[in-house]
């Protein structure tokens, strides 16, 4: 998959897992990414897990990368 196929792609993540998203590229770790959104660390890491396998990708690096060129995209 191409980094313009993984960047259309986004358009596949819920709204929730966009904010999580949006977290991670902003450095957030999974506890404070619980806290922000009043989850557990679990659940966080659930939804990472399904960002992952949706979007193909191996890393929160990754995810962090296609938020930030997403975003700039559609700006």
Same mark, same amino acid.
């Given at each position: 998959?191409?980094? *313009?196929?993984?960047? *259309?792609?986004?358009?596949? +993540?819920?709204?929730?897992?966009?904010?999580?998203?949006? +977290?991670?590229?902003? *450095?957030?770790?999974?506890?404070?990414?619980?806290?922000?959104?009043?989850?557990?660390?679990?659940? $966080?890491?659930?939804?990472?897990?399904?960002?992952?396998?949706?979007?193909?990708?191996?890393?929160?690096? $990754?995810?962090? $990368?296609?938020?930030?060129? *997403?975003?700039?995209?559609?700006?």
């Amino acid at each position: 998959m191409t980094v *313009g196929q993984q960047r *259309g792609s986004l358009d596949r +993540l819920t709204a929730r897992e966009m904010e999580i998203a949006r +977290l991670v590229r902003d *450095g957030r770790t999974n506890r404070q990414i619980a806290r922000a959104l009043g989850l557990s660390t679990k659940t $966080v890491e659930a939804h990472l897990s399904r960002i992952f396998a949706k979007l193909s990708i191996p890393s929160r690096t $990754v995810l962090a $990368v296609l938020v930030t060129t *997403g975003d700039r995209m559609a700006a």
